[in-house]
């Protein structure tokens, strides 16, 4: 009988978590849902729009500090800030180097927190190896295409290393990701990817789409939410495992 309590205590406390995480989740929808109103079609460089655009990847900064802590500034909540400063940094074209920088240093610390305890570190099967060298190939595949591309630019001299820079660093970050085997995490890794890709092959004159903002935007929100919820929900089954464990002993 205590089994089958513990068992119905476990089904309420993780259907009441969902409540409350859906609740945080209200202030990311409805700022993507102010964004797609306000900011679709273009709207003129300002630090309302830089505002406006920041606010969904902030409101995921706050959901993971307030279920991961303090620690978290070094890795998951740090990178979605850091996500959010480029966010802004990319309102103004010139501001294009400074944004990527700070997206490249939020890889990093998205990398660092994928490396933290909580997460997996069964050995990597063949199939995962796999994914590994597809991300890989197609990093270094997507660069060497766009290289005589970022050569046309003005600032092809600072751009060719640098964005060969930030491909390293989103495909770690991919690999990282990877290697937690959390469905979400990959998934939004794989996104993050996509969603770059897109702005580097619309910004550099390589393709043109007709609706290249609501795609490069759609998929960056996702793949931010997914990473965070992702980071979440490790925590949240870890402290349950804590928890187990501690009832056990």
Request: hydrophobic share 50%.
């Amino acid at each position: 009988m205590d089994i089958l309590e513990t068992s119905e205590y476990d089904r309420r406390k993780r259907r009441n978590t969902s409540c409350v995480l859906f609740f945080y989740l209200l202030p990311f929808f409805a700022s993507c849902t102010i964004y797609f109103y306000l900011w679709i079609p273009d709207s003129a460089p300002s630090l309302m729009a830089a505002g406006i655009k920041a606010a969904p990847v902030l409101s995921l900064a706050l959901l993971v500090f307030i279920y991961n802590g303090g620690w978290s500034l070094l890795g998951m909540t740090g990178g979605l800030l850091l996500s959010a400063g480029g966010d802004c940094c990319l309102i103004w074209p010139q501001l294009f180097i400074p944004g990527m920088g700070c997206f490249a240093l939020a890889h990093m610390l998205y990398a660092i927190s994928f490396l933290s305890s909580g997460y997996s570190k069964a050995s990597s099967s063949s199939s995962v190896f796999i994914l590994y060298l597809l991300l890989w190939s197609i990093g270094g595949g997507m660069y060497v295409y766009l290289v005589p591309f970022l050569r046309l630019d003005p600032d092809g001299d600072i751009l060719v290393p640098a964005i060969g820079g930030y491909v390293l660093l989103i495909v770690i970050m991919a690999t990282m990701a990877t290697r937690t085997r959390r469905p979400l995490l990959v998934l939004g890794s794989v996104i993050f990817m996509a969603s770059d890709l897109t702005i580097a092959l619309t910004k550099f004159n390589v393709v043109d789409l007709e609706y290249k903002k609501h795609i490069i935007m759609i998929t960056y929100y996702l793949a931010q939410l997914m990473i965070a919820l992702g980071d979440v929900k490790t925590k949240m089954e870890v402290d349950a495992d804590d928890f187990h464990k501690w009832k056990r002993s």
